[in-house]
């Protein structure tokens, strides 16, 4: 979405038209490597294979994943009062634990858990494998999509899916969960509050209220990196003219519009070092 804002005020400014799509990171590393685009945004660092074969990148921003839930779910209440830890999280997408009564030992409810993944090449569903397996132990997203009760394509499709179903629990960008007008929580869909010392969620770890909330956390480090992620923007080698102009312009004025696309930029020492390496290239 952040790259849509962009290509939208940058093409008035500039009287560029850019043709942007979805698909995945997947699928526009791909694409890009076959000289199908000229740029491809990414959701992950670049591989190193694929930085063999010739692909560029550089950081453009910070993107936020969340756990999902129904706000019907049959334990929404104690869930939003006491949060789940990343363990707790982890042993529902793995089917250690498949019932909503299981979670916490002192409720009564029997309920089976739904588990929806992703079934697209998604950046977003690695890096929660990442954040669910711990620092040394992820689990690859084929892995995730084996366990999982239905996968599906795409943010949006995954959002339907937990609106429509009061025991489904899967992840989404925060874009899809807070309104992106008003930033406030309007619909089904909400965050699963992160509690990440295990000793219940305390008021420093409570910041899911709204969207502002949420990524002043991500800023000041408050909610961890994964599943926050930094984004790219990708080359088949360097950036040249239209592309790098507008790379250029991203890393620079275009930062002022992160914020309103419900995203956080990048550190002013982490833009400088991505302005030099698209500078220098390759």
Do not use: C
């Not at 526009?28 to 660092?45: P, T």
């Not at 994964?226 to 930062?255: C, H, I, K």
């Amino acid at each position: 979405m952040a790259v849509e804002n962009w290509a939208d005020i940058y093409g008035d400014e500039h009287d560029v038209t850019f043709d942007v799509s979805g698909g995945g990171t997947g699928v526009g590393v791909s694409e890009l490597l076959e000289d199908q685009v000229d740029i491809a945004m990414m959701g992950r660092d670049p591989f190193e294979e694929e930085i063999d074969r010739g692909l560029f990148a550089v950081p453009m921003l910070i993107d936020t994943v969340v756990g999902t839930i129904n706000e019907d779910n049959p334990i929404f209440d104690e869930i939003q009062e006491r949060g789940l830890t990343r363990e707790d999280m982890a042993a529902i997408f793995t089917k250690e634990v498949e019932n909503w009564g299981d979670v916490y030992d002192d409720v009564d409810v029997d309920e089976e858990i739904t588990v929806y993944g992703r079934s697209d090449a998604s950046a977003a569903y690695k890096q929660w494998g990442d954040f669910l397996g711990g620092e040394d132990d992820a689990y690859s997203e084929n892995e995730l999509e084996n366990l999982s009760d239905g996968n599906h394509d795409g943010d949006s499709a995954v959002a339907d899916a937990i609106a429509s179903g009061e025991n489904a629990i899967s992840l989404n960008n925060i874009n899809y969960v807070y309104d992106l007008d008003s930033g406030q929580l309007e619909g089904p869909v909400r965050p699963i509050p992160l509690d990440q010392d295990g000793d219940g969620l305390s008021d420093e770890e409570d910041f899911y209220d709204n969207r502002d909330e949420m990524l002043t956390a991500v800023e000041e480090g408050n909610y961890p990196m994964p599943p926050a992620r930094e984004m790219w923007l990708a080359s088949n080698g360097q950036f040249e003219d239209e592309a790098y102009d507008f790379v250029e312009w991203v890393l620079t004025d275009g930062q002022e519009y992160v914020s309103e696309s419900g995203y956080v930029p990048l550190e002013d020492d982490r833009l400088e070092e991505a302005q030099q390496n698209l500078e220098e290239g390759p």
